[in-house]
T-cell receptor
Framework: GNSVTQMEGPVTLSEEAFLTINCTYT??????LFWYVQYPGEGLQLLLK?????DKGSNKGFEATYRKETTSFHLEKGSVQVSDSAVYFC?????????????FGQGTILTVHP | EAQVTQNPRYLITVTGKKLTVTCSQN?????MSWYRQDPGLGLRQIYY???????DKGDVPEGYKVSRKEKRNFPLILESPSPNQTSLYFC????????????FGQGTRLTVV
């Protein structure tokens, strides 16, 4: 079946540090890939997405590139801020019988200190 | 404002007492779904609906029911809740095709004692 694996957390950084959260996936066909973010007490919000190989999704200084050869979609940001503290989820939507279902990784808690 | 609204936000109940969590969206989305979030497991899909009167099971449907009588509403029903259904629940909606953005409600924290 389809699955998403994220790097173990939590991740703690100082403000302006470089962020990488690793994400790899297993899926049939050509899935669409997503990063969602969950701020404390809120629902999930789409951060960025990529729908085909070599696409780069970007938003709010975050970037991720769809790498089919390594089945990866790592999230990066060059300089994090305290306001980036949240839980980050990598997810995919595959085709076939799982049509429409978001398959999520376990989430990575990010804490950024001043 | 485009939104998905869930109620209640917090609920504590006893084993076996039927409950309903409501979900409503104002974006005219065809696709709606329910997820539960548990530590270390991410979110897992419970049920989904592709349109009115069309529903199907997700990965963890046991102990849950849903209905889709109107396009905007997609309630989650626990007919006989058990402690293993203690979790954080999210409703989501999106347009078809579904590789577009999913919009999530704020979540319902359910505790079954």
């Amino acid at each position: 079946g389809n699955s998403v694996t994220q790097m173990e957390g939590p991740v703690t950084l100082s403000e302006e540090a470089f962020l990488t959260i690793n994400c790899t996936y297993t899926a049939t066909g050509y899935p669409s890939l997503f990063w969602y973010v969950q701020y404390p007490g809120e629902g999930l919000q789409l951060l960025l997405k990529a729908t085909k190989a070599d696409d780069k999704g970007s938003n709010k200084g975050f970037e991720a590139t769809y790498r089919k050869e390594t089945t990866s979609f790592h999230l990066e940001k060059g300089s994090v801020q305290v306001s980036d503290s949240a839980v980050y989820f990598c997810a995919l939507i595959a085709g076939g019988t799982s049509y429409g279902k978001l398959t999520f990784g376990q989430g990575t808690i990010l804490t950024v200190h001043p | 404002e485009a939104q998905v609204t869930q109620n209640p936000r917090y609920l504590i109940t006893v084993t076996g007492k039927k409950l309903t969590v409501t979900c409503s969206q104002n974006m005219n989305h065809e696709y709606m779904s329910w997820y539960r979030q548990d530590p270390g497991l991410g979110l897992r899909q419970i049920y989904y609906s592709m349109n009115v009167e069309v529903t199907d099971k997700g990965d963890v449907p046991e102990g849950y029911k849903v209905s889709r009588k109107e396009k905007r509403n997609f309630p989650l029903i626990l007919e006989s809740p058990s402690p293993n259904q203690t979790s954080l629940y999210f409703c989501a909606s999106s347009l078809l095709p579904v590789n577009t953005e999913a919009f999530f409600g704020q979540g319902t924290r359910l505790t079954v004692v």
